[in-house]
């Protein structure tokens, strides 16, 4: 059974920082894509950043690069988002995901940014920032 635990959400002020972990198990870790995704009040669930935890090599949405960053840890099995400068617009629900196979596509160009695209989420946790 495939089982995603985040942890980490909490409230912060403007410019803050908080890092989230997401712990996998029961499936073949080494070989899938981790997603963070969001869902801000209102808003569609939205990719964030995105790990091959085969290859290492991360992807973020527009918005969020050179504030977060996504990275592994192999050996406890988890996948971190640390995000730096946070603004009132990082408000959210975050989620980890995972798709089965690789994060990237057309020659390494783009990565999937799809919720349908990942089969297994975890429950979320609320970040808040307040201005």
């Known amino acids: 059974q495939v089982q995603l635990v985040e942890s980490g959400g909490g409230s912060v002020q403007t410019g803050g920082s908080l890092r989230l972990s997401c712990r996998v198990s029961g499936v073949t870790y080494e070989t899938v894509c981790m997603g963070w995704f969001r869902q801000r009040p209102g808003k569609d669930r939205e990719a964030v950043a995105a790990i091959d935890t085969e290859i290492g090599n991360p992807g973020y949405r527009d918005s969020v690069k050179g504030r977060f960053t996504i990275s592994q840890d192999n050996d406890k099995r988890t996948v971190d988002l640390q995000m730096n400068y946070l603004e009132p617009g990082d408000t959210a629900v975050y989620y980890c995901?995972?798709?089965?196979?690789?994060?990237?596509?057309?020659?390494?160009?783009?990565?999937?940014?799809?919720?349908?695209?990942?089969?297994?989420w975890g429950k979320g946790t609320q970040v808040t920032v307040s201005s």
């Open positions: 995901a995972i798709m089965e196979g690789r994060c990237w596509y057309g020659g390494g160009g783009a990565w999937y940014t799809a919720p349908a695209n990942y089969k297994y």
